[in-house]
């Protein structure tokens, strides 16, 4: 409590990122960093199905600190570019387009796809991309069930896009497309009123713990200083 109010440190974090992306760095961070330096430190994840989500959790003061795309705005929020990743298209090892070298679009189109449901955030990001590239899969399942989802993938022939923390984590193929990549950028997201150095502190211990599948972005916060 003392440093709650003289360092403006909190004895706990609520933490909230869109479902299973970022969890698994959150918890390296509270074992190998966080819990070292501040041992009575609590931490607590949130799963989100969408960034905005996330940001009416930080309004509503559900969460201290949120993972969400950029590109959302809110006046009494402060963003940080944090990390960014890349969606992949991919299939499962024994899919007939897993040995193929050479793919176009075309060559995805009539093929079994399956993606989360609208409203998901990967989902509105994998739109936003299909949307900018002019493609749109014709036979297509929808699913809220991540672990479905990749089921499908592994075993049920189907096509899917993924960020690629989440790939990396399983035993899947990528398919290499001649087009432009889909890259995404997350933000941490936080109360202005809140903004302090332990916030920075924060991501700073994230970063260190080595993010896969992410490239950071995050520009260690430069203190004020007086002559």
């Given at each position: 409590?003392?440093?709650?109010?003289?360092?403006?440190?909190?004895?706990?974090?609520?933490?909230?990122?869109?479902?299973?992306?970022?969890?698994?760095?959150?918890?390296?961070?509270?074992?190998?960093?966080?819990?070292?330096?501040?041992?009575?430190?609590?931490?607590?994840?949130?799963?989100?199905?969408?960034?905005?989500?996330?940001?009416?959790?930080?309004?509503?003061?559900d969460v201290e600190i949120g993972f969400v795309r950029e590109g959302l705005c809110s006046p009494n929020i402060m963003q940080v570019p944090f990390v960014s990743t890349q969606f992949e298209f991919v299939v499962g090892n024994n899919h007939p387009l897993a040995k193929k070298t050479r793919l176009t679009l075309n060559d995805l189109k009539d093929e079994e796809w399956i993606l989360l449901v609208k409203g998901n955030g990967f989902r509105t990001i994998v739109d936003n991309y299909f949307k900018k590239i002019d493609f749109q899969p014709s036979n297509l399942v929808e699913t809220n069930d991540a672990l479905f989802l990749l089921e499908m993938i592994k075993g049920g022939g189907k096509i899917s896009i993924l960020p690629e923390p989440i790939i990396q984590e399983v035993d899947f193929k990528f398919l290499k497309i001649k087009m432009p990549p889909c890259k995404v950028q997350i933000n941490a997201a936080f109360l202005k009123s809140k903004e302090n150095d332990f916030y920075y502190e924060f991501l700073e211990a994230m970063l260190e713990s080595g993010l896969s599948g992410f490239t950071p972005i995050f520009q260690k916060k430069q203190k004020a200083t007086t002559t």
């Open positions: 409590k003392i440093n709650e109010l003289d360092f403006k440190r909190p004895s706990s974090i609520k933490a909230a990122a869109v479902t299973n992306s970022v969890n698994i760095m959150i918890f390296v961070v509270l074992q190998r960093l966080f819990r070292k330096k501040y041992k009575k430190f609590d931490l607590q994840f949130e799963s989100a199905c969408s960034s905005e989500e996330i940001i009416e959790l930080i309004l509503n003061r």
